[in-house]
């Protein structure tokens, strides 16, 4: 073992883990009202497009036409939400720990690929942090999780403070003693950012 674990090392089949932006929008996509999206948008057809079909005398046409391409519309966005919703059971299973001895990202009880998930999850709290304080509008943002007077805010300020004095004092990697201690201090820092977070 080198007397460091260079921080830019990666797991064999390293993962996205549930907290990152993209996962963000997997869980928007997983959550799409595909049945209300389709009887709102075939109320309105029916309202609008049929008398016109009428009009122009090419409703046995136009209207088997419509429906067809309604059912391949819907079809494709509800499988589009399937396929996410699928995507993100797996990262929640993925992410669950679970007092398994191991990372549970990667399930990889290496010290590379703790490390390098650890380093992946504390990326993506310092991401959302930056959002938060940068972008009102931001998902999963309220002015409580920005207010440093709140206890939840201020004991994750203080965790993620930690972690990056951290990463400021060992610029090229970890000792190995030290991963599981970091790796343990960034699901810390997770758990009282999503408490900050849920005020």
Known sequence: MADLVPWRTEPERPRVHLGTVGADRLRV???????????????????????????????????????????????????????????VGRLEASYDDGGSGRDGVTRDPSLVGLLAVSRERHEAIREEWTRALTDSLAPLTTSASTDVSDPDTAAFLEAYAALEDLLAAHPDGLPPALVAVYGQDVRECRRLWDAARAR
């Open 29 to 87: 996509r997983a959550d799409y009202p595909v049945t209300g999206v389709a009887i709102v948008l075939l109320a309105l057809q029916a309202a609008f497009l049929v008398p016109l079909f009428v009009s122009l005398d090419v409703v046995p046409v136009a209207v088997p036409a419509l429906l067809a391409l309604d059912a391949l519309g819907f079809g494709a966005l509800w499988l589009l939400r399937e396929r996410a919703r699928r995507d």
